[in-house]
């Protein structure tokens, strides 16, 4: 695909996700719960964010899209969780596997592998936390570091910006940021909806930065900014 024809996908990709209004349910921690709800309702999806708790991961099979953030897990790990990923794979639901340890706790790589082999379409890894991380074989597209600042996908590489350093003050942003791109991928392929839910929140917050006066009025102007900002902006913005 030329950088053309991905960035003008990008843009069709958040204009799609507006109209459709997509279900997507997003497995994250506590803290992270009342941002996460607010940015996909700001982008126009319909979220449910949940727990582990096996009424929640039943409830992922009517989702359009699934999000799951292994910092929900690390500290008890849930068995049901690798059968709701199989099945989310064998229905063809997209999902997102964002590999965030909790605190200074160590990932489990059995746990890890178990999840991988469900063929995510989207994997998160900070290489501060996971050095030489690699999975053969596996058809995901893969977003670097911690603020999402580069995307790489069938030996293509893109990178992303970081957006506005107030996101700092937001507790669930990175879970935020993953979400999106798991409510992309309803609506397009796993590299566009990797850039376009990286990029629709870094572009976001930039603009609410411009309006706001501290955190609080950012967080605001943040979710009023998701639903405002034009997908062919937020293609523009990655400057393809």
């Given at each position: 695909?030329?950088?053309?024809?991905?960035?003008?996908?990008?843009?069709?990709?958040?204009?799609?996700v507006r109209e459709e209004g997509p279900r997507v349910q997003c497995v994250a921690p506590r803290a992270a719960t009342p941002f996460v709800a607010?940015?996909?309702?700001?982008?126009?999806?319909?979220?449910?964010?949940?727990?582990?708790?096996?009424d929640a991961l039943e409830a992922a099979h009517g989702a359009q899209a699934v999000v799951l953030d292994l910092a929900t897990l690390t500290a008890e790990w849930n068995d049901a969780i690798v059968t709701t990923t199989a099945r989310l794979a064998a229905d063809g639901t997209p999902w997102v596997l964002d590999l965030t340890r909790l605190?200074?706790?160590?990932?489990?790589?059995?746990?890890?592998?178990?999840?991988?082999?469900?063929?995510?379409?989207i994997v998160r890894v900070n290489p501060d936390e996971i050095s030489g991380f690699g999975a053969p074989g596996l058809d995901a597209a893969i977003?670097?570091?911690?603020?999402?600042?580069?995307?790489?996908?069938?030996?293509?590489?893109v990178k992303v910006p970081l957006g506005?350093?107030?996101?700092?003050?937001?507790?669930?942003?990175?879970?935020?940021?993953s979400a999106l791109m798991g409510t992309?991928?309803?609506?397009?392929?796993?590299?566009?909806?990797?850039?376009?839910?990286?990029?629709?929140?870094?572009?976001?917050?930039?603009r609410a930065e411009e309006?706001?006066?501290?955190?609080?009025?950012?967080?605001?102007?943040?979710?009023?900014?998701?639903?405002?900002?034009?997908?062919?902006?937020?293609?523009?913005y990655l400057n393809l």
């Open positions: 695909m030329s950088h053309s024809s991905l960035a003008l996908t990008i843009g069709f990709a958040a204009e799609a607010e940015a996909l309702q700001g982008a126009g999806a319909r979220p449910l964010v949940t727990g582990t708790s096996p605190g200074d706790l160590p990932l489990h790589a059995e746990r890890v592998d178990a999840l991988l082999a469900n063929r995510p379409a977003v670097w570091g911690d603020s999402a600042e580069r995307v790489t996908f069938g030996g293509r590489e506005s350093a107030m996101l700092a003050q937001i507790p669930g942003v990175r879970t935020a940021v992309c991928t309803v609506v397009t392929g796993r590299l566009e909806a990797a850039l376009a839910g990286a990029a629709w929140l870094a572009l976001a917050s930039e309006q706001s006066r501290g955190p609080a009025s950012f967080r605001t102007a943040l979710v009023d900014a998701l639903w405002t900002v034009r997908g062919d902006e937020i293609a523009e």
